[in-house]
């Protein structure tokens, strides 16, 4: 689904922190079918059909247990928002910061140690593509304290929790759309955090040739209720993903 401007609060981009930027490319390019364009700087769009759909960059020396997905989400005020994460009990990692004529971002600690961020867009809306095969399509929250960590996301981003479903999942959706982009599961407290799902067509395919590639499968296709079919997968550098072949 192509998209010009997401709702406030709703999942908008991410970033790949990698210590090897050029397996990433040709990992995720392959995997996805995404072209990729190194920036001044080192960073790198990756794109669908001419739409940006993520970034990467290359960690720096020393910074390697750092690697990792991240998300960021709409705002239209980033300093409100930072107070509003302040104020629902999270911190600040990266205060709000310009990014050249892109937009400004800010990163943030929730309550239960989970690391997201926010973007104000300038010339840089977010991701163009979302919903489909090769792009943002889930975003799974793992945490010891479901309660509060919907309690923190609602209260910042005026987000809507649905009724835990069967397994304890609360699924989520931002104001002003009905569609649900992600849920809360409960964790482990030693590793809270967002687990980003690509859309695939054949998830059973796309788990292997991410086999192929060097990537390894962590859990296999399996049925998840009111998502669809969704794969745990690590790529060559060890960081964590998810497939997902929408219900």
């Known amino acids: 689904m192509k998209i010009t401007r997401h709702l406030p609060g709703a999942p908008c981009w991410a970033d790949l922190d990698t210590p090897d930027v050029a397996s990433a490319r040709a990992f995720y390019s392959s995997l996805f079918g995404w072209e990729s364009l190194e920036l001044p700087g080192g960073y790198v769009n990756f794109s669908l059909r001419e739409e940006k759909i993520v970034g990467a960059i290359k960690l720096k020396e020393g910074e390697e247990h750092s690697a990792g997905w991240s998300v960021y989400f709409m705002t239209d005020d980033l300093i409100e928002t930072t107070k509003a994460v302040e104020a629902a009990g999270g911190s600040v990692v990266s205060p709000p910061r310009k990014v050249s004529v892109a937009g400004s971002a800010a990163v943030y600690r929730a309550p239960d140690g989970a690391i997201s961020g926010a973007w104000e867009p300038d010339k840089h809306p977010g991701s163009g593509l979302v919903h489909e095969p090769g792009t943002l399509s889930w975003f799974g929250l793992s945490t010891p304290d479901v309660d509060g960590s919907t309690a923190f996301y609602t209260q ?15 699924h989520l959706t931002t104001a002003g759309d009905s569609a649900e982009f992600g849920g809360v599961t409960i964790g482990p407290a030693t590793s809270p955090g967002w687990t980003l799902h690509f859309g695939v067509e ?4 796309a788990s292997q040739t991410a086999v192929s590639l060097g990537g390894e499968i962590i859990a296999s296709p399996a049925e998840v209720t009111g998502v669809g079919r969704v794969a745990l997968l690590k790529d060559p550098s060890g960081v964590t993903f998810a497939l997902v072949s929408r219900a």
């Open 156 to 170: 910042v981003f005026s987000w809507t929790a649905a009724a835990p479903t069967a397994v304890g999942t609360v």
């Open 202 to 205: 054949d998830i059973d395919i």
